[in-house]
């Protein structure tokens, strides 16, 4: 982009307010990674997102950006309730997309030699892929109770405990959902997906503590050396996206409506207070309960796989919640800003919440260290638990990065794994994986991504979080 981008810290860049922005924008990279982040136009959507009204402080990209449907992936903005807007755009197609950690009682010399019985269990109990459908069909009413009461539903269901619902954002349940919001086509199209993985970059994982940096929060969350950990990356399916689609519709008109001038009509929105806001904002949260939903499932049957394939005990497995939160979501918070608190609706499109210590949200078991951050690196490499810090909040409104970021299309990635055998690779390191197709291995080979390391010592040197552990992946289911 032409817009010079001034350095702030070895960590935060920012492009000074020019034109019709409202405020800067700011990216947070280092010096080596920015040339890779201005290659696309992730930067200029930052600073597009600076032109839309009550807009407040700063518009973020975080170090793992990249371009996106209106908000870059990895944006973060904040809206005032009354001058503000609620953007689409601004959550993304696949609402709710977040990521769960559970820890194991079991360390890792306790199961290697039985690791692909494991990863082929887990393969086959939970449905993955292109329109996959799940084990359950709903019926209309109680996909309702589903849209109502996400993981609290499937709870009082049988799949699961109370305990998981502490250690997920929102306690697994969105205030403000209404299932009536959402189109019937989005409701179908939900209808037979709960507890399913889906496609794309959605992943379940086996794998290992690796490395602990900071004892006392790892010890706070369970965490020990050795121990065998499951990721679970998924989101609101087919709901989720036809849920978004419905929203731009009616929100290109409601930008023309209210007079909004916009950069790209992929930014359309409306006030967060006119009808077409408020109708948004409670289909979104319903779509946020969904996802709550379908992760819950999926750890209820990985709980069932895993103890038939290791043949042990719901005690010996042991398979605990340490934290779940979301990567594309808009919600109503307070933060402080120049030093009066006051609610905000912040926007996180591939960004994760980072709350510091004592905030009220967190986990009380939690409260001391600060909220667990989860950034998956990519099948190949690693990733990593971290803690949100005071700093995040006073800086970029309690967020963070979610990942390690693509540095290839998937049709780039493709073209690179031909004449490849990526599952060979990869197991030659250690790592088995599965997948419904040999295309979406190719799609999401280890190169395809920013190396997840960079992205986090960014992070983590910006203060918006603290490294707790380093995780390696042992076997990968992929979507």
Same mark, same amino acid.
């Given at each position: 982009?032409?817009?010079?981008?001034?350095? $702030?810290?070895?960590?935060?860049?920012?492009?000074?307010?020019?034109?019709?922005?409202?405020?800067?924008?700011?990216?947070?990279?280092?010096?080596?990674?920015?040339?890779? $982040?201005?290659?696309?136009?992730?930067?200029?959507?930052?600073?597009?997102?600076?032109?839309?009204?009550?807009?407040?402080?700063?518009?973020?990209?975080?170090?793992?950006?990249?371009?996106?449907?209106?908000?870059?992936?990895?944006? &973060?903005?904040?809206?005032?309730?009354?001058?503000?807007?609620?953007?689409?755009?601004?959550?993304?197609?696949?609402?709710?997309?977040?990521? +769960? *950690?559970?820890?194991?009682?079991?360390?890792?010399?306790?199961?290697?030699?039985?690791? @692909?019985?494991?990863?082929?269990?887990l393969?086959?109990?939970?449905?993955?892929?292109?329109?996959?459908?799940?084990?359950?069909?709903?019926?209309?009413?109680?996909?309702?109770?589903?849209?109502?009461?996400?993981?609290?539903?499937?709870?009082?269901?049988?799949?699961?405990?109370?305990?998981? *619902?502490?250690?997920?954002?929102?306690?697994?349940?969105?205030?403000?959902?209404?299932?009536?919001?959402?189109?019937?086509?989005? @409701?179908?199209?939900? @209808?037979?997906?709960?507890?399913?993985?889906?496609?794309?970059?959605?992943f379940?994982?086996?794998?290992?503590?690796?490395?602990?940096?900071?004892?006392?929060?790892?010890?706070?969350?369970?965490? +020990?050396?050795?121990?065998?950990?499951l990721?679970?990356?998924?989101?609101?399916?087919?709901?989720?996206?036809?849920?978004?689609?419905?929203?731009?519709?009616?929100?290109?008109?409601a930008?023309?409506?209210?007079?909004?001038?916009?950069?790209?009509?992929?930014?359309?929105?409306?006030?967060?207070?006119?009808?077409?806001?408020?109708?948004?904002?409670?289909?979104?949260?319903?779509?946020?309960?969904?996802?709550?939903?379908? +992760?819950?499932m999926?750890?209820?049957?990985?709980?069932?796989?895993?103890?038939?394939?290791?043949?042990?005990?719901?005690?010996?497995?042991?398979?605990q919640?340490?934290?779940?939160?979301?990567?594309?979501?808009?919600?109503?918070?307070?933060?402080? &800003?120049?030093?009066?608190?006051?609610? *905000?609706?912040?926007?996180?499109?591939?960004?994760?919440?980072?709350f510091?210590?004592?905030?009220?949200? $967190?986990?009380?078991?939690?409260?001391?260290?600060?909220?667990?951050?989860?950034?998956?690196?990519?099948?190949?490499?690693?990733?990593?638990?971290?803690?949100?810090?005071?700093?995040?909040?006073?800086?970029?409104?309690?967020?963070?990065?979610?990942?390690?970021?693509?540095?290839?299309?998937?049709?780039?990635?493709?073209?690179?794994?031909?004449?490849?055998?990526?599952?060979?690779?990869?197991?030659?390191?250690?790592?088995?994986? +599965?997948?419904?197709?040999?295309e979406?291995?190719?799609?999401e080979?280890?190169?395809?991504?920013?190396?997840?390391?960079?992205?986090?010592?960014?992070?983590?040197?910006?203060?918006?979080?603290?490294?707790?552990?380093? *995780?390696?992946?042992?076997?990968?289911?992929?979507?």
């Amino acid at each position: 982009m032409s817009t010079p981008i001034d350095r $702030i810290t070895d960590y935060l860049f920012e492009i000074p307010q020019t034109g019709k922005m409202r405020v800067p924008a700011r990216i947070y990279a280092t010096a080596n990674m920015l040339p890779d $982040i201005l290659k696309d136009r992730a930067a200029e959507q930052a600073a597009q997102v600076a032109w839309l009204p009550g807009i407040v402080g700063y518009s973020y990209a975080m170090p793992d950006v990249h371009w996106g449907y209106g908000f870059p992936i990895g944006g &973060v903005a904040a809206f005032d309730m009354d001058k503000g807007i609620i953007s689409p755009g601004g959550v993304g197609y696949d609402i709710n997309c977040g990521v +769960r *950690l559970l820890r194991t009682g079991l360390q890792r010399s306790e199961i290697e030699s039985r690791l @692909r019985p494991a990863v082929e269990a887990l393969f086959r109990a939970i449905p993955s892929g292109v329109g996959s459908t799940g084990k359950l069909k709903l019926n209309e009413k109680e996909e309702k109770r589903v849209l109502e009461n996400g993981a609290l539903w499937a709870v009082r269901n049988g799949y699961g405990g109370e305990e998981d *619902l502490d250690k997920i954002e929102e306690n697994g349940r969105m205030a403000g959902a209404d299932p009536d919001q959402i189109s019937a086509r989005a @409701r179908e199209r939900g @209808r037979s997906q709960l507890g399913t993985l889906g496609s794309g970059n959605h992943f379940i994982e086996l794998g290992v503590v690796d490395e602990i940096y900071d004892p006392r929060a790892a010890a706070a969350m369970g965490l +020990r050396l050795d121990q065998i950990t499951l990721f679970i990356h998924t989101g609101s399916r087919g709901l989720g996206h036809q849920v978004c689609d419905d929203a731009i519709k009616e929100m290109l008109h409601a930008a023309q409506k209210y007079g909004i001038e916009l950069p790209d009509r992929q930014l359309c929105c409306a006030p967060i207070s006119s009808p077409e806001g408020q109708r948004y904002l409670a289909a979104m949260s319903a779509a946020v309960n969904f996802a709550f939903a379908n +992760r819950q499932m999926i750890t209820h049957w990985a709980r069932e796989a895993l103890m038939q394939a290791w043949s042990i005990s719901p005690r010996d497995l042991d398979l605990q919640v340490v934290y779940e939160v979301a990567h594309n979501i808009a919600k109503v918070e307070r933060h402080t &800003v120049a030093g009066v608190e006051r609610p *905000l609706c912040v926007h996180r499109k591939g960004a994760t919440r980072a709350f510091g210590p004592h905030h009220p949200e $967190i986990p009380a078991a939690y409260r001391e260290i600060g909220q667990p951050v989860l950034i998956p690196g990519d099948m190949g490499r690693c990733s990593y638990l971290l803690t949100g810090t005071t700093r995040a909040m006073s800086d970029s409104f309690g967020s963070a990065c979610h990942g390690a970021g693509r540095v290839m299309s998937r049709t780039q990635a493709v073209k690179s794994a031909r004449g490849r055998s990526v599952v060979r690779e990869l197991a030659e390191r250690g790592i088995l994986v +599965r997948a419904e197709s040999s295309e979406t291995i190719a799609e999401e080979i280890p190169e395809a991504y920013k190396n997840v390391t960079q992205v986090v010592d960014a992070v983590a040197g910006a203060g918006l979080a603290c490294k707790v552990a380093k *995780l390696k992946p042992l076997g990968v289911i992929k979507g």
